[in-house]
């Protein structure tokens, strides 16, 4: 029996009616078969007897990695400056291109179906493909290097940063908009005038909390070959020098901790 709320949050109890009744029995059951389905088919592909023996491995791998070697971490300073830049430069570089696909994108901007269109096909392209896969391919074609781990940042970025901003400049309030176009005004004064001060604090924050994701992003495209501290990582884990794995992880996990607290604070002044 659901129950519904007036305007001054009176609670009035509405009898189901038998069909609805019996659509909600249906859903909840096929909602258990599909469940079961999945349990069923994750258990055939699972090996149940590593799984059993996770916790002792688990304790064994840790037990490895400590004490850490803090005489390694001296080595890992321009692996994680390679990082940073691969991080901030990929998020410039993504904003870049970003920035004009998403006005392409927003209904009230576009000037064209068609680019419309085409920049939406930019976007979920650049979504579809996860950052990792990006250096891959990058790696391939560039090379192994700082350059493919920035390119593949930056393609992944403009996925998100076009998104999110073309969704802000779709909720723009109207109202600027028509009073400048009411005067006359051109199509790009119009823009700078009444709708990039609009959405100008949204894509500061979009920008600041995507370099904050690539951040975590770039510390693993090392493991592909493109640079940075995910090299170290990759050379530590093949030598089986646990002990320095630990220093990197703790490494990275600092460098984290300060990228979330700084653009925590760059996000509260702009917002």
């Known amino acids: 029996m659901p129950v519904s709320t007036t305007t001054q949050g009176t609670p009035i109890w509405r009898l189901r009616t038998p069909r609805a009744q019996w659509l909600s029995y249906l859903a909840w059951l096929a909602g258990i078969c599909l469940f079961l389905l999945c349990w069923k088919l994750i258990s055939d592909n699972t090996m149940w007897v590593f799984v059993e023996d996770a916790g002792r491995q688990g304790g064994d791998l840790i037990s490895r ?60 392209s650049s979504r579809s493909i996860n950052s990792l896969i990006w250096a891959m391919l990058l790696v391939t074609i ?62 500061a924050g979009i920008s600041v909390y995507r370099w904050d994701i ?28 646990w002990n320095q794995v630990s220093v990197i992880f703790l490494m990275i996990f600092v460098t984290v901790l300060a990228s979330e607290w700084i653009s925590a604070r760059v996000r509260h002044a702009v917002i």
């Open 214 to 241: 690539n951040i975590r992003e770039s510390t693993v495209l090392g493991l592909v070959g493109a640079g940075g501290i995910g090299l170290q990582l990759n050379a530590a884990i093949n030598s089986l020098a």
């Open 65 to 124: 990695m400590l004490p850490p070697e803090w005489t390694y971490a001296h080595r890992l300073w321009k692996p994680m400056w390679d990082t940073m830049n691969i991080a901030t430069l990929g998020t410039l570089l993504g904003i870049v291109m970003a920035f004009p696909v998403a006005f392409l994108a927003a209904r009230n901007t576009s000037p064209h179906p068609l680019l419309r269109s085409a920049a939406l096909l930019i976007i979920v």
């Open 142 to 203: 560039l090379g192994p290097g700082v350059l493919a781990g920035i390119i593949a940042i930056a393609l992944r970025s403009i996925g998100f940063v076009g998104k999110l901003l073309y969704e802000a400049i779709e909720e723009i309030h109207p109202t600027p908009v028509e009073a400048i176009s009411a005067t006359g005004a051109s199509r790009m004064q119009v823009m700078s005038y009444g709708v990039l001060p609009q959405v100008l604090p949204a894509f």
